[in-house]
């Protein structure tokens, strides 16, 4: 039977689940992430649910429903949300599940400990267990407590967590103020804070007793904190530990201060001596050929994700933002390579991966499955949420389409395989008060976001003359190989409608850009579907 066919996001258009962590555990592969709401607000509103897939067919994912909710631990009633968590079997067999809870946009994160529930399956029902505690049973809060990861590490069990911030690498750390900014966020005192011989900052790793909860060995920095002058000093650590082996060496996954990209270490040991290897994926697909950031062919923002090997391939998960906003992000996956050396080579962000290879150039797609969507100068959205107008993955219920998309828009889908040349169509409309997509909601805008003055570029394209039309090309600065006129003239154009272009696709394997031009910097439109037809 042939299989279905998978796309980035992978799974369903409605489910919002960032920072996967993916484990296989049996003949399926489980993504364990935090969850996020369609529109939300803030990070991780809702309930842990966990997708799973054979690992013999990854285009066939299943809810498998929520796994633990928030109001199961008793900090629930301080701290709503439960954020990035991470699963592994212990030596008894049972699947424990580490996590930390936190407040609107984080608040709070950094001053809690880390809370564990068990469950006799891997996406079962889990119960709370406790939290990560000491030997005499206090709790464990060296360093900062937030988004653990742990491994199972041949019986021994070694659990990783931590956040950076880069103010005690300032010359006037203690006369600035910032040893104050890091009392309020970390919720400790002055002495404390002081009390670190590296500092209370950094990727932290300790190993567990075999009940889960217990302290082992005491944790300590696995990375040094003071980058200035190291390998690390361009991607130092912010947050979103994961560790995994490949053969004899450790590969330490992370989320970069640069906020947009994984980065990875190895190492021949679990807690020490690692070097930095690379990126290997961004979600703006920034450094991907020497891209600088200020190109980005997305909005960019927070990524948090890791490595699997499934069925003798490995892959990365990460995620990609929606909605204008840090708060909807949705889980997204590329085949990476591994190579002889031990390297791996930064991955182009795709529509297909991990179809294993072109999604088919004959059928019905949605249209926010593109994976690169740019006005040609987009925002950074660390812990933000935006009411400025770009181009952008959004819904109405649930019609999910992209709006906003205005002159000079790029919108860009890799990669279809066209066996014959192809008819190409797209489900459109002109955007109006009446149809845009208003967030109600609160807008927050964190000092590390970035949303870029003004409309300097014309991003793409020049403005039409005539009618707006979308440009068709095959590489972003190819040339016009075909065009799809809008004509606000024709039937009901602010209602949906299927638009053919004038020329076909010619065969072979292809990306697809649209280039939207339009006469005015207020006419704009928003996108559906893309329709792939052979032609006869």
């Known amino acids: 039977m042939k299989k279905r066919q998978v796309y980035n996001p992978f799974l369903p258009l409605h489910e919002y689940i960032p920072d996967g962590e993916p484990h296989v555990f049996g003949d399926r592969v489980y993504l364990f992430g935090s969850h996020d709401r369609e529109g939300g607000y803030t990070f991780c509103m809702d309930d842990y649910t966990v997708y799973s897939a054979p690992v013999t067919d990854l285009s066939d994912w299943r809810c498998e429903g929520v796994i633990y909710r928030a109001d199961q631990d008793p900090m629930y009633e301080t701290y709503k949300y439960m954020y990035a968590p991470d699963v592994v079997r212990g030596n008894d067999g049972r699947y424990y599940l580490y996590y930390c809870m936190a407040g609107d946009y984080g608040i709070g994160g950094y001053r809690n400990p880390i809370s564990v529930a068990v469950c006799d399956t891997p996406a079962g029902k889990y119960e709370y267990l406790g939290h990560v505690r000491n030997k005499d049973g206090s ?88 980058v200035k002058g190291t390998d690390f000093e361009e991607h130092p650590f912010f947050e979103g530990s994961s560790m995994r082996k490949v053969g004899d060496k450790y590969y330490f996954i992370y989320s970069s201060w640069q906020n947009h990209e994984l980065c990875y270490a190895t190492s021949d040991y679990p807690d020490k001596d690692f070097k930095f290897g690379g990126t290997i994926v961004s979600n703006g697909d920034v450094g991907y050929n020497g891209r600088a950031h200020g190109d980005s062919l997305n909005m960019t923002g927070t990524t948090h994700g890791s490595i699997v090997e499934i069925n003798g391939e490995w892959y990365i998960f990460y995620h990609r933002l929606t909605h204008k906003s840090d708060y909807s992000r949705q889980a997204c996956a590329e085949k990476i390579e591994i190579l002889p050396d031990g390297s791996i080579p ?58 906003e998309i205005e002159n000079g828009t790029l919108i860009g889908y890799k990669y279809f395989d ?35 003055p003004g409309r300097n570029s014309t991003g793409y394209g020049e403005q039409s003359e005539g009618a707006p039309y979308l ?65 006869a």
């Open 471 to 535: 440009e068709v090309r095959l590489e972003t600065d190819g040339d016009e190989i075909a065009r799809i006129t809008l004509d606000k003239s024709a039937g009901k154009p602010f209602t949906w409608q299927m638009l053919k272009a004038d020329k076909p696709i010619p065969a072979g394997t292809h990306a697809i850009y649209l280039i939207y031009h339009s006469s005015a910097a207020s006419e704009k439109i928003q996108l559906r579907e893309l329709v792939l037809l052979p032609e």
């Open 346 to 403: 930064q991955v182009t962000i795709t529509s297909c991966g991990l179809n294993g290879g072109p999604l088919s150039g004959e059928g019905v797609y949605p249209a926010v499955i593109a994976c690169n969507i740019t006005n040609g100068h987009m925002p950074h959205g660390c812990n933000c949420i935006y009411d400025a107008h770009f181009p952008n993955v959004t819904n109405s219920g649930d019609d999910r389409f992209i709006g």
């Open 139 to 226: 709790l464990m809060m060296r360093y900062v407590c937030f988004d653990p990861a742990v491994m199972n590490d041949n019986g021994v069990i070694r659990l990783y967590y931590g956040t950076q911030y880069g103010f005690e690498e300032q010359d006037d750390f203690l006369t600035s103020g910032n040893v104050e900014v890091e009392m309020d966020m970390f919720g400790r005192t002055r002495e404390e804070i002081l009390s670190y011989p590296d500092s209370i900052n950094g990727p932290i790793g300790l190993t567990l007793e075999d009940d889960m909860l217990t302290v082992k060995d005491e944790p300590h920095h696995i990375i040094p904190y003071r």
């Open 418 to 452: 066209f066996a014959s040349e192809t008819a190409l169509a797209v489900t459109a409309r002109f955007e109006t008060e009446e149809n845009i997509v208003s967030y109600e909601g609160p807008i927050r805008v964190d000092e590390r976001g970035t949303l870029p």
